[in-house]
């Protein structure tokens, strides 16, 4: 099985790991824009070759895991060059403009929309992990536009890598992502902002950082050049979930300076349901 990863960072990367474990036959090609990416990816163990989209033809598949701006012009492409028997999927993190940018394309039967909950806040081949998808769910949109042969193909290969699949419509994907993704990286980002301008010293911040810190500002490590994209293409439901999430801070803040400790109490008291939801 030749497979192509374009993109071979940390989603594309941890694929390719999972798939040389679970398809004795496979052979990983890599494209990337970065050639030292291509490097790394190739001494790490994590493809097999360096190649280029003129190489696409012969792909049995074809996995797009670069950030969401630049698929919008590569999955055109790799439609154009893929034979008629190849399966392309994407992984990115945003899935309405991803299926708008192929949907009048004539191969866009062959292609494949997901989203794979799963990941870290490294990017580059380096950060590639064994088993990353193991236990977690991949969102697939508009199915139902996937030939069926080509579906049962991406199936096997997404349950091999250990996930379980929810169906999707792109709007509804965005719109829920936008707050349990997306609206958490942007909270994480800001409450990292707000600390580091606080205390310039940075020694005085590890100092006291505990685990609470430490576990809710862990996304502000994540790429700017992989996020801002996702924000642009997402931005509808991005502000509508800011705005709300900055009503609930301005009433805590409201609360607090009223010393009304009993509702502060209650607003958390009532948040704890979350232990129920995320056990
Ligand atoms: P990543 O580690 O930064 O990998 C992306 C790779 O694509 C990098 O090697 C990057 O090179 C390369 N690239 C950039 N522009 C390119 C181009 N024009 N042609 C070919 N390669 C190009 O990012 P990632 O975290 O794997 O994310 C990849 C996709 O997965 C994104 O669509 C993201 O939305 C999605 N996703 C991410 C996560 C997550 O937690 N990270 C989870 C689920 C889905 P440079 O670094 O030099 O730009």
Redesign the pocket.
Known sequence: MKVFV????????SMALDIKTHYENATIFG????EN?LDEAIKLGIIDQKATMTDVINADLVIV????D??LV?LPAVLDAIGENTLVF?????KLPICEAITNHPKRRQFIAS??????EF???S?AIKGLFQDKTNIICEVEKTTFKLQEIGMKVFKKLGMRIRYMDPKSHDKHIAYVSHLSHISSFMLGKTVVEKEKDERDIFDMAGSGFESTVRLAK??P??WTP?FKQNKKHVVKSLEEYILNLTKFKNLLENENYEAVFNEMQNTNRIKEILK
């Open positions: 374009i993109g071979i960072g940390l989603i594309g990367g494209i990337d824009a970065n990416h895991s670069v950030p969401v630049i698929a590569i994407d992984v990115g993190s945003t989203h794979p909950i799963a990941g870290t990017s580059g081949p950060a994540s790429s050049a992989m996702i």
